[in-house]
């Protein structure tokens, strides 16, 4: 029997300075049975990073055609297409010829400086292409907000990201690789 996704509901209030983007988002995640906790706080930080109407959980794990975030204008268009972790030069160039945007989110260290290492030169042609990572130390930092219902704060200045639930809250700043 197969297991089942794990339904986690958060509360996220963000306060981007850098966007001028302020509001309060009622969010539903569904946790893969092998999605970490802190793979999924990657995902809430990534929405917090590009919140905007439209702006979407995928099935992620489950699905090779989608990405774990995206944007969909109202003619089906990709606007923002957002993978995390090391994906693959096929699945990046599949993403860049369809988004009109695409971000990835690194979160193991010393894997994703390898990944990258190895990817750069092959990935300069795509102008459409950001990729940010998130420091494992920082994220560790995190770790304990994640609970089944959570009332998160999210304010982002400067490029500097701070994440907290009222009782603990720690900050971080996404490196820029690309």
């Known amino acids: ?11 996220l209030q963000i306060a981007d300075m850098d966007r001028n983007h302020y509001q309060d988002y009622p969010l539903t ?22 919140a ?11 699905t090779d055609d989608e990405p774990d975030l995206w944007c969909r204008s109202l003619s089906d268009e990709i606007l923002l297409w957002i993978d995390l ?7 990046i160039r599949k993403a860049c010829g369809r988004a009109r945007e695409v971000w990835i989110y690194s979160y193991n260290d010393r894997g994703a400086q390898v990944w990258f290492d190895q990817l750069a030169a092959r990935l300069e ?9 998130l420091p494992e130390a920082a994220l560790a930092r995190l770790e304990g907000l994640i609970e ?7 304010s982002i200045q400067d490029g ?7 009782d603990q809250g720690a900050s971080l700043e996404p490196l820029q690789r690309r």
Do not use: Y
């Open 148 to 154: 089944r219902n959570m009332r998160l704060q999210c």
């Open 85 to 91: 972790g090391q994906p693959d030069e096929k699945r």
């Open 52 to 62: 905007q109407e439209g702006l979407a959980f995928t099935r992620g794990l489950s």
């Open 1 to 11: 029997m197969a297991l089942k996704s794990t339904i986690f509901k958060a509360e």
């Open 125 to 133: 042609r795509f102008d459409n292409l950001h990729i940010r990572h």
């Open 160 to 166: 500097v990201v701070w994440l907290g639930n009222g």
């Open 29 to 50: 995640l569904a946790r893969h049975p092998s999605e970490t906790d802190r793979r999924l706080l990657v995902r809430i930080l990534a929405f917090a990073l590009h």
